[in-house]
């Protein structure tokens, strides 16, 4: 077909930016599925058995087992398998991925982490340097931004920036389990 000339149309499609927490953030059912987080369960063992953390156990049966039992749990990294399966499964999506883990201090998690995303684009671990709530209060922090349509690499720069000022205090009714652990 000479002199005709054929359009090319590029289709640029606005990126998703996913939020994603290992389980030790302890945000409610509610906040989860408000802010549309994705939680990355580590494992519990008691005894002989492992669970995966706020799918089959939670703290009552923790607290009741040792009751019971005197045992105390052991908790286990989301491993590097893991943690490759679900950044293939989001980037192959198109989507960006901002991923929160426990302080790098208290697990392997984070170290697991980073070394998964090291072969992804678009995957950015941010070490909370927290556990529980400390770890929460970034993970609703990037969330409210990635509403507000911000771009991943900033949120992960952002939440890092302010990992360090985030300070979680608590009510212990025992020294016992601190004692133990």
Do not use: W
């Amino acid at each position: 077909m000479k002199g005709c000339f054929q359009l090319k149309a590029t289709v640029t499609m606005a990126r998703k930016i996913l939020i994603a927490s290992d389980s030790t953030t302890d945000l409610s059912p509610e906040l989860v599925e408000h802010y549309g987080i994705a939680i990355l369960p580590l494992g519990v063992t008691l005894g002989d058995n492992h669970y995966t953390d706020g799918v089959d156990i939670d703290p009552d049966f923790i607290y009741a087992h040792y009751e019971k039992t005197g045992q105390l749990p052991k908790t286990s990294a989301v491993n590097l398998v893991d943690f490759e399966d679900y950044f293939a499964a989001e980037t192959a999506a198109g989507n960006a991925v901002v991923l929160f883990t426990i302080s790098s201090e208290m697990s392997s998690t984070y170290n697991n982490a980073r070394l998964a995303a090291e072969s992804f684009e678009n995957v950015h671990v941010v070490d909370t340097r927290n556990l529980s709530t400390g770890g929460g209060l970034l993970v609703i922090t990037a969330a409210e931004m990635a509403a507000e349509g911000k771009p991943a690499a900033e949120i992960a720069e952002t939440c890092r920036a302010l990992a360090p000022c985030v300070d979680a205090s608590f009510i212990i009714d025992s020294l016992e389990f601190l004692y133990k652990g």
